[in-house]
């Protein structure tokens, strides 16, 4: 397995215009994650899946933006109505839940930037 | 809630110099403690982890323990090099094996030969 990948790796949308992102967990593993990260910040909490149940959504997740994992695989991350202040890279990770000795792989993520 | 602060960068030292990247959390409960590296152009990778108190997390001669009496979790290196130029994440995750991780800002070092 080459790890977590994320597609694409750049967009530019313009301003009112839909995005989606997909992203690819390492194989086995049931749970996802989506992180937004903006330049000079870490990382920021979203959403996450086990398997294709999300379990928590951050009040960072306007009503315009939409995650499903339909399958318990592949997630992907709807952006509706672009603004502006969404052009930021976005992070999936993916981790299999066992105890507490589990470690989050990151993928490289999707730069958007909102024009 | 639960919170991180790293210490604020850029961070420039010169090859084999000592480094301290100052970590500080708070948190509910007894969360476990990460340090996380983004070298130019790739993803996040753990570094090393702790996952309860005094617990040291070790790899690639960087060390940092989890020290609850003072809420840090400081990231140590006897002598750098050029190849450790990279942004480093402080973070934390909830306790009972809850995953959401909370990242400080990053401190991005610059190793000069």
């Known amino acids: 397995d080459t790890g977590v990948s994320q597609d694409p790796r750049h967009k530019i949308t313009k301003r009112g215009q839909n995005v989606t992102f997909r992203c690819d967990p390492i194989?086995?593993?049931?749970?996802l994650y989506w992180y937004r990260q903006t330049l000079g910040q870490g990382p920021e909490f979203l959403t996450y899946f086990q398997n294709e149940a999300q379990l928590e959504k951050s009040r960072l997740l306007s009503d315009r933006f939409s995650a499903e994992r339909p399958k318990g695989s592949f997630s992907t991350l709807e952006i509706q109505r672009t603004e502006q202040g969404d052009s930021a890279m976005y992070l999936c990770a993916s981790s299999l839940m066992r105890g507490q000795n589990t470690e989050a792989f990151f993928g490289q993520g999707t730069r958007l930037t909102v024009v | 809630g639960n919170s991180v602060t790293q210490m604020e960068g850029p961070v420039t030292l010169s090859e084999e110099a000592f480094l301290t990247i100052n970590c500080t959390y708070t948190?509910?409960?007894?969360?476990?403690l990460f340090w996380y590296v983004q070298y130019p152009g790739e993803g996040l990778q753990l570094l090393l982890k702790a996952t309860k108190a005094d617990d040291k997390g070790s790899n690639k001669g960087f060390e940092a323990t989890y020290r609850k009496e003072t809420t840090s979790f400081h990231l140590e290196k006897g002598s750098v090099q050029v190849s450790d130029s990279a942004v480093y994440f402080c973070?934390?995750?909830?306790?009972?094996?809850?995953?959401?991780?909370?990242f400080g800002q990053g401190t991005r070092l610059t190793i000069n030969p």
């Open positions: 948190a509910t409960g007894y969360p476990s």
């Open positions: 194989s086995e593993h049931n749970r």
């Open positions: 973070a934390l995750s909830g306790f009972q094996g809850a995953q959401k991780l909370v």
